[in-house]
């Protein structure tokens, strides 16, 4: 097990690591955010590919991410079988976990309005990670995100006039 404590990071090294554990994942993402810093967007491709190739990812945003702005700005995320979108109804934890072995757990960070971004490429951002993590570490991480999953409400793509909702309660 690789332990790296959190430090400041700046943007570009938080994007490389997120890059780099997307790609080695096998099996199953799951992605708790607040979108603050447009990561999901500004590594659309990637998340795409692992959205291809993995059977599961989960995608659960804090409560302070705009629902409606997500449906639009990331509605690309809906178009992949593997995606599951869920809303917390309370502000969460932001952690990216990737077949429950390895783990990028965000220091907490000031709250923002809905809607809010302040974060720039310049703010750095603290994360500690946890590599080749032991089963009995990393279950406490998947017990405590999928509490913070089974809390959250499905969110669906936005429909059309004429259309329904093709995501899927998970």
């Not at 979108?85 to 969460?92: A, E, G, H, L, M």
């Not at 934890?93 to 077949?99: C, E, K, N, P």
């Not at 500690?128 to 999953?149: E, H, K, P, Q």
Request: charged share 25%; aromatic share 8%.
């Amino acid at each position: 097990m690789i332990v790296k404590p959190a430090h400041d990071q700046p943007l570009a090294e938080v994007d490389s690591v997120i890059k780099s554990m997307l790609s080695d994942a096998k099996e199953w993402v799951q992605f708790s955010t607040g979108l603050t810093s447009g990561g999901l967007g500004r590594l659309r491709a990637d998340f795409e590919e692992c959205l291809k190739r993995i059977s599961s990812f989960q995608l659960l945003l804090d409560n302070s991410v705009d629902e409606a702005s997500f449906r639009t700005g990331y509605d690309w995320v809906f178009d992949h079988a593997s995606a599951q979108v869920k809303v917390s109804p309370i502000p969460i934890l932001h952690w990216l976990i990737v077949d429950g072995r390895n783990l990028r757990l965000e220091e907490p960070h000031a709250r923002q309005p809905p809607g809010v971004t302040v974060v720039t490429p310049d703010t750095p951002r603290s994360n500690t990670l946890i590599l080749d993590c032991d089963r009995s570490v990393a279950r406490l991480y998947l017990d405590a995100f999928n509490v913070m999953w089974s809390n959250g409400r499905t969110l669906h793509r936005a429909s059309s006039p004429g259309t329904h909702s093709t995501a899927r309660d998970g």
